[in-house]
């Protein structure tokens, strides 16, 4: 992952914070997210309920 927002608003007015962050490894479905081309580089734009989980390798550097 790239970047990561602030988080979403909730209906208390309250922000809920986000479980990824950038550099964090995830998973995806095969249709999820916004394709979008940027300079000749290609990203993903997706929502966090979107993912399907955030991988870890085992020994990885932090």
Not at 41 to 50: A, K, P, T
Request: charge should be negative; proline fraction near 0%; aromatic fraction near 6%.
């Amino acid at each position: 992952m790239i970047a990561a927002g602030a988080g979403k608003y909730k209906e208390d007015g309250t922000r809920q914070a986000l479980d990824v962050k950038a550099g964090d490894r995830v998973l995806f479905g095969k249709y999820s997210g916004s394709e979008i081309k940027l300079d000749g580089d290609e990203f993903i734009i997706m929502r966090e309920d979107e993912i399907l989980g955030i991988i870890s390798r085992a020994g990885a550097a932090a």
